[in-house]
């Protein structure tokens, strides 16, 4: 049903999952009990297994308030940004630009490993139609500018690209570790402020599946908390209940309406917005990624499948694909879920051509032709998937059969058998809140870990039976070092 974690077209998509689902054997009775054991002595092992701190090895960068002399604009002030380059990795980002702004806040939060030699910042003045004009230089490093506590703050000077002695800008900067890591890329994200985990061009980061424990995840994992920017509703942590489970015991009481629709599901677990950022502007969530995020979290889970792997996430790891939650109204009621998928990569793995673009240029999937949203309910959040225009949903409808649809498909065959036609040829799952802004768990947390702690015995995964050989871990996808 997440048409987002196919590597294929949306229809193509559909039609393998019903064609795995029709082909799928069904385990036998002895095979399940052998399984039930066997997870049961994977949970016990898990338990005595001490966990390293992610956080080891990395150091966090910041670039905050700055003031810059003067500026290249006839009428205005500086449109500033910083460029920095990691040194031996060549590792690049970049801010976004203050305009109009001799004086601001740079808001620029870089992991960075802690073996990083030198690193150098230049400051712009950046112009729409020509190239851009470069304020001042610096360098920093940290191992030998830096002293052993977790916060080195310092104000970096700039020279002008012209002279090294005339100082024409400062940024006030810190450099961030040990213990002090975490609590203040929380700090950032109560603010909205993305922490980048991910090189400018899309291409270099490289990130790697790291196990969690199921029954840890509101220790262990970064999530928008209460007090921050963030809408309440998107606080805590979000399980995608594609097959419905939470619902097989009995409607939910908020909704008693509400149905789970299409048998199509991906091995997703939750979803967070602890690395993302807020824009009050456009009332859009950035900077979520389905297959990356920073060494201390994450953003998104999947079912580990033995050894800490997923086909699924190995699947979409090479589209870079980013996801903006932009709100559709001013109620805050409905979430459009923009897909931007970065075109050199479309490219290079449909076709099978060189790079024709440059790695950042991205196109976003329109919404009418795969609407992937989320309704507000009175039980949490409505997922909903629509693919193409209205119009050619409607011809759908009303030139075939709904066995002919079921077929080919592979939709509205799920919980609710009969609801697709009359819904509009819509797929629906709950997206349920586990754990809410204050680190407490909800009323759905156990039916989360019910399902997470069902191992299962399947060759492939299907929407009646879930990959899951690791019952009570989840995977997610964590920046490497580099």
């Known amino acids: 049903q997440n048409v987002p974690s196919c590597t294929g077209s949306a229809a193509c998509c559909a039609m393998l999952a019903a064609l795995a689902a029709l082909l799928a054997p069904a385990w036998a009775q002895d095979a399940q009990c052998l399984l039930q054991r066997t997870a049961q002595q994977h949970l016990a092992a898990r338990s005595n297994v001490s966990r390293s701190d992610p956080g080891e090895g990395w150091a966090l960068l910041e670039l905050a308030k700055y003031s810059s002399e003067g500026s290249w604009d006839w009428w205005s002030e500086g449109d500033v940004y910083a460029h920095v380059v990691l040194h031996p990795s060549n590792f690049q980002y970049k801010s ?68 090294i002695v005339e100082e024409v800008a400062w940024v006030e900067t810190r450099w961030i570790k040990g213990s002090q890591l975490r609590p203040e890329v929380e700090a950032a994200n109560k603010r909205g402020i993305w922490v980048h985990y991910e090189e400018e061009s899309r291409e270099k980061s490289k990130y790697k599946l790291t196990s969690v424990q199921a029954d840890a995840v509101d220790k262990e994992m970064l999530f928008a908390k209460t007090g921050s920017v963030f809408p309440p509703s998107l606080h805590g942590l979000h399980w995608m209940d594609q097959r419905g489970t939470s619902l097989k015991d009995g409607p939910y009481p908020e909704e008693p309406t509400y149905r789970q629709t299409c048998s199509l599901a991906a091995d997703e677990v939750f979803v967070h917005f602890g690395e ?115 119009w050619l ?90």
């Open 276 to 390: 993302a950022a807020w824009n009050p502007t456009t009332k859009c969530v950035t900077g979520v990624r389905q297959f990356g995020g920073g060494p201390l979290s994450g953003h998104w889970t999947w079912l580990d499948q033995g050894g800490q792997t997923s086909d699924q996430w190995a699947a979409g790891e090479g589209w870079n694909m980013k996801y903006d939650f932009c709100f559709r109204d001013e109620a805050m009621t409905y979430i459009d879920v923009l897909i931007r998928v970065s075109l050199s990569r479309a490219v290079a793995d449909t076709l099978g051509l060189e790079s024709m673009f440059a790695p950042h240029v991205e196109v976003t999937v329109p919404v009418w032709l795969n609407n992937v949203g989320m309704k507000k309910t009175a039980f949490g959040w409505d997922r909903v998937t629509t693919i193409g225009p209205s």
């Open 393 to 482: 949903r409607n011809l759908i409808r009303h030139a075939f059969k709904s066995t002919v649809i079921q077929a080919v498909f592979g939709m509205g065959t799920g919980l609710g058998a009969g609801d697709f036609l009359s819904d509009g040829l819509e797929c629906h799952y709950p997206l349920l809140q586990i754990v809410d802004g204050n680190g407490n768990r909800t009323k759905y947390f156990q039916d989360y870990l019910n399902y997470i702690n069902k191992g299962t015995s399947c060759d492939s995964s299907t929407f009646d039976c879930p990959k899951n050989r690791a019952p009570g871990t989840v995977v997610l996808g964590r920046l490497q070092k580099f």
């Open 96 to 163: 976004e630009v203050q305009y109009n702004q001799n004086q601001g806040n740079l808001n620029l939060y870089i992991y960075v490993p802690l073996a990083t030699a030198t690193i150098s910042i230049n400051l712009y003045d950046h112009h729409d139609w020509f190239s851009h004009d470069l304020i001042g230089r610096a360098t920093f490093d940290p191992q030998t500018d830096c002293d052993s506590k977790d916060i080195c703050a310092f104000r970096m000077k700039f020279r002008s690209a012209d002279t």
